[in-house]
């Protein structure tokens, strides 16, 4: 699960729906992506980001979800 995607939606107030809409991808398509059950292609992930505000590192969204995990343990 990439929980620190959900965490940013939520903090912003938004819906998986309104995400999606913003990044123009289906709610399907982006619950997938945020529970880390699908990898984003580039294109995707950086239109996430942009929805999200977070466009600088919207490379985030192409880690697997075990190297995620890993970083947050060393961070």
């Not at 982006?30 to 984003?40: A, D, H, L, T, V």
Request: charged share 30%; aromatic share 10%.
């Amino acid at each position: 699960m990439r929980k620190w995607l959900k965490d940013i939606r939520l903090a912003k107030g938004l819906s998986q729906l309104d995400v999606s809409k913003a990044a123009q991808i289906t709610f399907q398509y982006y619950s997938y992506i945020e529970n880390g059950e699908r990898r984003p292609s580039p294109q995707v992930a950086k239109r996430i980001a942009v929805a999200l505000s977070f466009p600088d590192t919207w490379y985030r969204l192409l880690e697997d979800s075990n190297q995620e995990e890993e970083c947050e343990k060393h961070a």
